[in-house]
């Protein structure tokens, strides 16, 4: 007589994929803190959490047109704070919520570059004035006493640049103290005196330190220690990728400036915002990947595992190679969430996506659903343009809530957990029984589906609408579903993955999901916490 196995209830915790994304590892030896799939959510402490949603903070901007350009200006005096929309033709006033905000300026020459614009806050002994370079107008300042905006000419009178034409300035930069600035196709820069935003421009020529060729695409401030105390490196980028460092005070000087290095990085997409401050570094956008400039200074390789894209390198590859000539790439800082958001160019027709760089983690996810053109941080919250013509803050846990606060457009958030599989230990094949979802919500409980799929299926699942009941603030909530599946290619396999997706309507995180899964020897209680 045959004697029947004894069923062995064996528990297993595995966490939650806080190593972020990744599409680079083979599925079968994937690290079992990363994910097949991460959308709208953010690796952080303790696990993953939602991305925050968006609220319309201006409307009807322009015919309406696509916003190019965002601005933000913070004054000694809070009341002097300024937030500025760019398209093609205007520059707009959105310090203040409204259906209809007016124009402050009117750009003389539109085009398809015209409005993508760069800009800093400099400060001088006279004023305090926001420096602004359109990619097709040029060189414009604006200053905070008396909140003029001034489109700068050639020549030696007040309020103009003498020594190079400043129509074609396309990207500034503060250095040590003094303005520099990007002249437009061409290896050459320029540089103010000290504190001075007019006055008499010298011009410096990266062009013998490009040797691949190409324009000064970019000009960049990178503060380090470099031994000796802190210290501002003036980095320059060309349009075919390499990368010169400078360092001291001032170039006119002999001693007073030098060559601190040059080296190429591959092909760097169009646009000027080709990079970004990141934890006390300098991140790079580049064909390959995000690179760090320290790993350039230290002297170290190129090889894959240094860019801080490593783990969503073939993702970045293919964008990269469809839509690298395509204006529209940007890294931009959102610091309510601690990431870094790399705007993509997008196809006609395409839903609007992004990448996102978690600070915490160093760990990449996908947002979805998200109409970011440009976006800058202003009074402590981020707030970003679209293609039809809003401002929107990232805040709150809804998408597309209406200026007015009325919800007949609002939209869930729909998040897509995909983690790495996981064999359990067992070559046998196995099938799931049960499993249990644990919740902590601060509000309505969300409804979700979670699902066992097997063997590197990564198809999605359709999820339900709706919220399902309320707990209290903080409360935890478990809720239990019988997974029936029947013997088969989606019953039971060798490689197992719990694939969860959800809508949020309140503000709530997922504490763990729970499993009760038989393969050939025994039967495994597996927790999997999804975010905490």
């Known amino acids: ?81 300024k937030l500025f929309a760019i398209t093609f033709d205007k520059i707009y006033d959105v310090t203040a919520s409204s259906a209809a905000p007016g124009s402050v300026v009117t750009l003389p020459a539109t085009d398809s570059k015209s409005g993508y614009c760069e800009a800093l806050s400099f400060v001088t002994t006279a004023d305090r004035y926001v420096i602004l370079c359109d990619e097709t107008n040029g060189y414009y300042t604006r200053a905070e006493s008396t909140g003029t905006w001034l489109k700068v000419t050639a020549g030696a009178g007040a309020g103009q640049v003498n020594g190079a034409d400043p129509t074609q300035f396309v990207q500034p930069c503060s250095h040590n103290g003094r303005l520099w600035f990007v002249i437009k196709n061409t290896t050459k820069a320029c540089f103010l005196d000290p504190a001075s935003v007019y006055g008499v421009a010298s011009i410096w020529d990266f062009g013998q330190q490009f040797t691949k060729g190409g324009a000064l695409a970019a000009l960049f401030r990178w503060t380090r220690d470099g031994g000796s105390g802190m210290d501002d ?78 783990k969503v390198k073939k993702l970045f590859a293919s964008y ?78 809804v998408d597309n809530v209406a200026r007015d606060g009325s ?70 909530a478990r809720r239990s579903r019988r997974v029936r599946q029947a013997r088969g290619s989606d019953g039971n396999g060798h490689a197992f993955q719990p694939r969860l997706r959800r809508v949020f309507q309140a503000e709530d995180r997922v504490r763990g999901v729970q499993h009760r899964c038989r393969d050939g020897r025994f039967a495994v209680r597996r927790r999997s916490w999804e975010s905490a």
């Not at 959308?39 to 201006?58: D, F």
């Not at 990269?320 to 870094?340: E, F, K, Q, Y």
């Not at 202003?378 to 990232?394: H, I, M, N, P």
Request: charged fraction near 20%; include cysteine.
């Open 1 to 81: 007589m045959t004697r029947k196995r004894e069923i062995i209830v064996k528990p297993t915790t595995i966490s939650a994929p806080i190593g972020g994304l990744n599409t680079t590892d083979s599925l079968m030896a994937m690290p079992p803190l990363d994910a097949v799939k991460l959308t709208n959510m953010i690796a952080g402490e303790n696990g993953l959490r939602p991305r925050s949603g968006y609220v319309e903070w201006c409307t009807g901007i322009g015919a309406p047109d696509p916003i190019r350009t965002m601005l933000s200006l913070h004054g000694a005096d809070p009341a002097e704070n």
């Open 407 to 476: 919800s007949t457009q609002n939209k869930e958030i729909k998040f897509f957990v995909l983690p790495a599989f996981t064999s359990l230990g067992s070559a046998l094949k196995k099938q799931i029984q049960h499993v249990e979802v644990l919740l902590i919500s601060y509000g309505l409980i969300p409804n979700y589906k979670v699902e066992a799929r097997w063997d590197f299926n990564q198809d999605e699942i359709v999820v339900p609408v709706g919220g399902t009941g309320s707990i209290g603030c903080g409360g935890v």
């Open 233 to 310: 490196r003036l980095v320059a980028i060309s349009t075919v990728g390499e990368v010169v460092v400078y360092e001291g005070t001032d170039p006119a000087t002999y001693g007073a400036w030098k060559k601190a290095g040059g080296w190429y990085v591959g092909a760097v997409p169009a646009g000027r915002r080709l990079a970004s401050e990141y934890g006390g570094d300098l991140l790079i956008n580049t064909a390959a990947g995000a690179l760090p400039l320290s790993i350039l200074v230290a002297g170290r390789a190129l090889t894959p595992d240094v860019y801080a894209s490593a």
């Open 320 to 397: 990269m190679t469809d839509r690298r000539a395509s204006i529209g790439w940007s890294i931009l800082p959102v610091n309510s969430d601690n990431i870094l958001v790399f705007t993509i160019p997008l196809i006609p027709g395409e839903d609007n996506f992004q990448l996102a760089l978690s600070l915490d983690r160093g760990a990449w996810s996908e947002f979805k659903s998200v109409p970011i053109t440009h976006g800058v941080e202003f009074e402590g919250v981020f707030y970003f343009g679209t293609s039809d013509g809003r401002v929107c803050k990232y805040r709150g846990d």
